[in-house]
């Protein structure tokens, strides 16, 4: 069949996207489901600083590329093999196709699939396969799922259930932002209530993390960021205090705030400068738990003899730590209870044909989540 997506041909291209437009709106191929496969009909896909980081060539990926991970849409045909998911079944995208018998997956940690990240750096689905093409020329997936599109052929590893209530704009949200944000304080640092918490970088998935920190019931919880209207946003998500991160005492003030440092810093920018600060604020025997994916090129440096001297953890936290089919679930329950109101982050819809626009607002930081909606 053919599909309307956006296509990536190229890296690095200068801003504004508005003028040099990197994603092109175009017609493309896509087979239908294999083994194990599903096609589905897109119906929301969220706009990330991952797919920003591909399009400027701080992530590289093999070109061309249909963009796109955070997303939830309606089974239209399930392939071979799939016997757990129904036609009009509604889903969120994973973009770990975790495959379960790996050793990370068997011990409970399917964030780090070896099949998955393999699949995912060669722009394939999981068990290999491509099923995008242009004028009979390969097209690569975008870590599995490729959202900014009308349809899309992913692994059945990469679908969640969940309920039809939950609207599709929404249900997108869950499957980067809030599992990355909230999980990483729930599944990689286990905050528990009482805890003191800064987070450093407040995009949707640091946002999310100050909804996880006030839904864990943290006592303290410091939002640090650049930009002053998101600084005030937070507030209004349970942030407790504030601190602009480009003040020159800003670890120093953040250190006054928490009595010598936080329990625990979540670093969500991407940025080495922003790690440096979230250690820099932990307390002695706190945790750093970073989420930011910087250039591979970038170095961080610490002094070494923290770690033992202060029993300091700094850890990494990719997709939350989470497994997706038990956590997913959990959060969509958690939000329509009221306790986890991630609908607040969004704060743009947009037509396909407006993407470029779209990243040029997530560059410039003047928007939150922004979700592509399809009819």
Same mark, same amino acid.
């Given at each position: 069949?053919?599909?309307?997506?956006?296509?990536?041909?190229?890296?690095?291209?200068?801003?504004?996207?508005? =003028?040099?437009?990197?994603?092109?709106?175009?017609? $493309?191929?896509?087979?239908?489901?294999?083994? #194990?496969?599903?096609?589905?009909?897109?119906?929301?896909?969220? +706009?990330?600083?991952? =797919?920003?980081? *591909?399009?400027?060539?701080?992530?590289?990926?093999?070109?061309?590329?249909?963009? #796109?991970?955070?997303?939830?849409?309606?089974?239209?045909?399930?392939?071979?093999?799939?016997?757990?998911?129904? *036609?009009?079944?509604?889903?969120?995208?994973? &973009? !770990?196709?975790?495959?379960?018998?790996?050793?990370?997956?068997?011990?409970?940690?399917?964030?780090?699939?070896?099949?998955?990240?393999?699949?995912?750096?060669?722009?394939?689905?999981?068990? @290999?396969?491509?099923?995008?093409?242009?004028?009979?020329?390969?097209?690569?997936?975008?870590?599995?799922?490729?959202?900014?599109?009308?349809?899309?052929?992913?692994?059945?590893?990469?679908?969640?259930?969940?309920?039809?209530? +939950?609207?599709?704009?929404?249900?997108?949200?869950?499957?980067?932002?809030?599992?990355? @944000?909230?999980?990483?304080?729930?599944?990689?640092?286990?905050?528990?209530?009482?805890?003191?918490?800064?987070?450093? #970088?407040? @995009?949707? $998935?640091?946002?999310? /993390?100050?909804? @996880?920190? $006030?839904?864990?019931?943290?006592?303290? !919880?410091?939002?640090?960021?650049?930009?002053?209207?998101?600084?005030? &946003?937070?507030?209004?998500?349970? /942030?407790?205090?504030?601190?602009?991160?480009?003040?020159?005492?800003? $670890?120093?003030?953040?250190?006054?705030?928490? #009595?010598?440092?936080?329990? &625990?810093?979540?670093?969500?920018?991407?940025?080495?400068?922003?790690?440096?600060?979230?250690?820099? /604020?932990?307390?002695?025997?706190?945790?750093?738990?970073?989420?930011?994916?910087?250039?591979?090129?970038?170095?961080?440096?610490?002094?070494?003899?923290?770690?033992?001297?202060?029993?300091?953890?700094?850890?990494?936290?990719?997709?939350?730590?989470?497994?997706?089919?038990?956590?997913?679930?959990?959060?969509?329950?958690?939000?329509?209870?009221?306790?986890?109101?991630?609908?607040?982050?969004?704060?743009?819809?947009?037509?396909?044909?407006?993407?470029?626009?779209?990243?040029?607002?997530?560059?410039?930081?003047?928007?939150?989540?922004?979700?592509?909606?399809?009819?």
């Amino acid at each position: 069949m053919q599909i309307k997506a956006a296509l990536l041909r190229q890296t690095g291209l200068a801003h504004p996207y508005r =003028d040099t437009r990197p994603l092109a709106i175009e017609k $493309v191929a896509l087979a239908g489901p294999g083994r #194990g496969e599903v096609l589905i009909r897109m119906k929301a896909a969220g +706009l990330c600083h991952s =797919d920003l980081s *591909v399009i400027d060539g701080s992530r590289p990926r093999p070109m061309p590329m249909v963009l #796109g991970h955070e997303a939830a849409g309606i089974v239209v045909e399930v392939g071979p093999d799939v016997s757990d998911l129904a *036609v009009d079944d509604h889903v969120v995208l994973v &973009f !770990i196709p975790s495959c379960g018998q790996c050793l990370p997956c068997a011990t409970g940690r399917p964030a780090l699939c070896e099949p998955g990240a393999k699949a995912n750096g060669a722009g394939t689905l999981l068990r @290999g396969d491509r099923r995008l093409s242009l004028s009979c020329d390969a097209v690569n997936h975008h870590i599995g799922v490729s959202a900014f599109a009308d349809h899309a052929v992913v692994s059945r590893e990469s679908c969640v259930k969940v309920d039809k209530s +939950l609207a599709f704009d929404h249900a997108a949200l869950f499957g980067c932002a809030v599992l990355t @944000g909230v999980g990483a304080v729930v599944n990689t640092a286990k905050v528990p209530a009482g805890a003191s918490v800064a987070v450093a #970088g407040l @995009g949707g $998935v640091g946002l999310s /993390a100050i909804l @996880g920190a $006030v839904a864990c019931g943290a006592r303290q !919880i410091i939002a640090v960021d650049l930009s002053e209207e998101k600084l005030a &946003f937070a507030r209004q998500l349970g /942030a407790t205090h504030t601190v602009n991160a480009g003040t020159p005492d800003a $670890v120093a003030a953040i250190k006054d705030l928490s #009595g010598g440092g936080v329990e &625990f810093f979540f670093e969500m920018a991407g940025a080495v400068p922003a790690l440096e600060l979230a250690y820099a /604020a932990t307390a002695r025997g706190g945790t750093t738990v970073t989420a930011g994916l910087p250039h591979p090129d970038r170095k961080l440096s610490i002094q070494a003899v923290s770690l033992v001297a202060e029993e300091r953890t700094l850890k990494g936290s990719y997709i939350g730590s989470c497994v997706p089919r038990r956590d997913l679930p959990h959060y969509v329950a958690l939000f329509q209870n009221g306790r986890l109101p991630v609908d607040r982050l969004l704060t743009h819809r947009l037509k396909l044909d407006e993407i470029n626009e779209g990243f040029d607002r997530l560059h410039d930081g003047s928007a939150i989540r922004q979700v592509v909606l399809f009819d």
